[in-house]
Antibody
Framework: QVQLQESGPGLVKPSETLSLTCSVSGYSINSGYYWGWIRQPPGKGLEWIGNIYHAGNTYYNSSLRSRVTISIDTSKNQFSLKLSSVTAADTAVFYC??????????????WGQGILVTVSS | QSALTQPRSVSGSPGQSVTISCTGTRSDVGGFDYVSWYQQHPGKAPKFIIYDVNKRPSGVPDRFSGSKSGNTASLTISGLQPEDEADYYCCSYRATYTLVFGGGTKLTVL
C-alpha cells in the first residue's frame, strides 16, 4: 500500500521560503511514476503546483514557476517542495501525491493527508 | 494558468442523479482523454474516483460515471446517497506534462 506523508514547518514568515518534504512508503520512488504537489487555500479549490519524474525532470504551474522548486531524493524515498518569497496568499493546505498506476497515468492516485502552512509574521 | 470551469454547487435528493460539468479548452479537456475526478469530504484529502474520462478505479461504486463531449467533461452520480455530499474536482492533463484543476463543485444531498 502506497502511503505519502507531508512534513515541514506549519508557520512561515512573509518573504521567506516555504520548504516541505513528502516521505513515501510502500513504493520505491526510483521505480517510476510522477510525483506532485497540490495546494488548497482555506475554503478554496485545489491548485496544481508541479510534478517531478523519478529521473528528476520537473514541470511547474506557469503562475508559480518563478518561485517553485521541486526536487527528489531517491536515497531517502522522498521528494520536496520549495516556494520562495511567500506572502499571505500562499497560506494553504499542501498535499503531495503520486500520479499514475491507472490508464494513461495522469490521475493523482495516492495522496498524503495534507499539511497546513500559514504565512504570517 | 486558467482553471477549468465547474458549477459552484449542485444538489439532489437521495436516489436522484446529478451531473457536474467541467469545461476547458482544446488545450486540455478537449485535447486529451486524461480527465480525472476527485471527491473531497471536509477536512480530508481528495480521493480519486474517475480516471481517463470514464474509468473507475477498483472500489469506487458504479454509481459514479464520467463522460466527455468536446471541451466539456462530466461526472454523473446516480442513486444519490447521503455520503456523496462532498466537494468534487475535475482535473485535466494539459500539454507538456502539466495538470489543471477545476474550481470545484459542492454537492448537497437534500
Amino acid at each position: 500500500q502506497v502511503q505519502l506523508q507531508e512534513s515541514g514547518p506549519g508557520l512561515v514568515k512573509p518573504s521567506e521560503t516555504l520548504s516541505l518534504t513528502c516521505s513515501v512508503s510502500g513504493y520505491s520512488i526510483n521505480s517510476g511514476y510522477y510525483w506532485g504537489w497540490i495546494r488548497q487555500p482555506p475554503g478554496k479549490g485545489l491548485e496544481w503546483i508541479g510534478n517531478i519524474y523519478h529521473a528528476g525532470n520537473t514541470y511547474y504551474n506557469s503562475s508559480l514557476r518563478s518561485r517553485v522548486t521541486i526536487s527528489i531524493d531517491t536515497s531517502k524515498n522522498q521528494f520536496s517542495l520549495k516556494l520562495s518569497s511567500v506572502t499571505a496568499a500562499d497560506t494553504a493546505v499542501f498535499y503531495c501525491a503520486r500520479l499514475g498506476g491507472y490508464g494513461g497515468g495522469w490521475s493523482l492516485t495516492y495522496w498524503g493527508q495534507g499539511i497546513l502552512v500559514t504565512v504570517s509574521s | 494558468q486558467s482553471a477549468l470551469t465547474q458549477p459552484r454547487s449542485v444538489s439532489g435528493s437521495p436516489g436522484q442523479s446529478v451531473t457536474i460539468s467541467c469545461t476547458g479548452t482544446r488545450s486540455d479537456v478537449g485535447g486529451f482523454d486524461y480527465v480525472s475526478w476527485y471527491q473531497q469530504h471536509p477536512g480530508k484529502a481528495p480521493k480519486f474516483i474517475i480516471y481517463d474520462v470514464n474509468k473507475r478505479p477498483s472500489g469506487v461504486p458504479d454509481r459514479f460515471s464520467g463522460s466527455k463531449s468536446g471541451n466539456t467533461a462530466s461526472l454523473t452520480i446516480s442513486g444519490l446517497q447521503p455520503e456523496d455530499e462532498a466537494d468534487y474536482y475535475c482535473c485535466s492533463y494539459r500539454a507538456t506534462y502539466t495538470l489543471v484543476f477545476g474550481g470545484g463543485t459542492k454537492l448537497t444531498v437534500l
